[in-house]
């Protein structure tokens, strides 16, 4: 039974470039969720998303940022026209969520992450 | 605004003694509450969860929930050096299954 599956685990892009990162959630989870790490500092979250839905974007930057949970296939965090301060790991989490049942079994388990580098 | 805080450290213990982390939340609706531990360059992996006030014990970590006082802790017993991470509260408020993170409390174990 795979975990989140995050690929690739190390990018490398030059300023003015996209970044595409991917994520696949554990098997049965339909939530994920996007957080940024800088080095040396906290998790900030980003973006929630449920299949086909963004329920939460509040921590996505206005511009360049985008992330999307098809029917099918895995959550993409895209991020046009790269800039050097975009260089963070990227980690990807997910969730089961059954209705009525409140935050109960509901933990979030994480990817390996993606780190990005802008050079 | 939903909140989580926890005091950043560094926390230092010695090899043996036991370990106190802290966390409070602003959100008197959370539901559930978590803590993980990162490793340096290494992604955030769950050690233990709670939702009832109380103590909850596993192995040698032990989380304590008063909701009253919207306070989440986890004691470390007899810390080890393989303990030295970052730890981090989280917290879940139930509606609309949404997580927040505090912003992690580094500990080092000193053999």
């Known amino acids: 039974n795979a975990g989140v599956m995050q690929n690739p685990r190390h990018l490398v892009r030059r300023r003015g470039q996209e970044a595409r990162l991917r994520c696949s959630p554990m098997k049965g989870h339909s939530h994920v969720y996007w957080y940024r790490q800088l080095p040396e500092e906290g998790l900030k979250f980003m973006v929630y998303l449920q299949k086909e839905n963004i329920i939460d974007e509040s921590g996505m930057p206005k511009e360049r940022f985008s992330a999307e949970f098809p029917k099918e296939g895995p959550s993409i965090l895209r991020i046009q026209q790269v800039v050097r301060g975009d260089s963070a790991a990227y980690f990807c989490?997910?969730?089961?969520?059954?209705?009525?049942?409140?935050?109960?079994?509901?933990?979030?388990?994480f990817g390996q992450g993606t780190r990005l580098t802008v050079v | 605004q939903k909140e989580v805080e926890q005091n950043s450290g560094p926390l230092s213990v010695p090899e043996g003694a036991i370990a106190s982390l802290n966390c409070t939340y602003s959100d008197r609706g959370s539901q559930s509450f978590f803590w993980y531990r990162q490793y340096s360059g290494k992604s955030p992996e769950l050690i233990m969860f709670i939702y009832s006030n109380g103590d909850k014990e596993d192995g040698r970590f032990t989380a304590q929930l008063n909701k009253a006082s919207q306070y989440v802790s986890l004691l470390i017993r007899d810390s080890q050096p393989s303990d030295s991470a970052t730890y981090l509260c989280a917290v879940n408020i139930g509606t609309g299954n949404q997580f927040y993170f505090g912003t992690g409390t580094s500990l080092t174990v000193i053999p």
């Open positions: 989490a997910s969730s089961l969520f059954i209705p009525g049942q409140g935050a109960l079994n509901t933990e979030a388990f």
